[in-house]
């Protein structure tokens, strides 16, 4: 695929460094050029540089908007028209002090990308886990590989992300439609506020699947 990334932090560098291992060509776009530029050189594999709006348009098929949540809204207001038929991959949480979801009583963070480049297919994917995690070759644990939610409301769309998910050596997860994209957000905000403001595992939270549905439905 042809993948426009716009942003040049941890994420952007994280998940493009695994797609362009994977052969898919990646442009790096950001405000900064000497950021991209360095971003492209450190990912490799052919990937360029480029300002958001080239990236934007030399994604075909997927932009990744690696953007501080209310960042993302404003570039793909400004970016509407490049992002017209295009995946627009949001990995961004909505959290702010004290772990308080910023999105509370409003749209998702996923939904205001949507409202700001209606044209595009807005999936939601990738933003439960540290960057770190995504940098890990591949992210398995206990011999099980690392499963991924993603919201969406178009089959294409969440298909190319599943193949995207998929290189990094993680599981996809059907998640529901976009309007489901504020449940991955707040459990982010959860799993967040417990490990980093507790200390806690937040995998403990949860009981085995043959649990789920109570102990007379194993």
Known sequence: MRIGVLGTGNMADALATHWVRAGHQVTIGGRNAHKAERLATRVGGGAKAAGLRAAAETGQEVVLAALPFGAGAEVARELHAALEGKVLLDCSN????????????????????????????????????????????????????????????????????????????????????????????ATAALFIALWVGEGADAQSIAPPLAYAAGPSHQ
């Open 94 to 185: 909505p959290v702010g002090p004290g772990f308080r979801l910023l999105t509370e009583g409003g749209p998702s963070a996923a939904q205001q990308l949507a409202a700001a480049a209606p044209g595009a297919h807005v999936v939601k994917a990738f933003n439960l886990c540290h960057e770190d995690v995504w940098r890990m070759r591949p992210p398995v644990f206990d011999g099980r590989p690392l499963a991924v939610p993603i919201c969406g409301d178009d089959e294409t769309a969440l298909a190319r992300v599943r193949e995207l998910v998929q290189d990094l050596g993680c599981e996809p997860v059907a998640g529901g439609g976009l309007e489901r994209a504020g449940l991955l957000e």
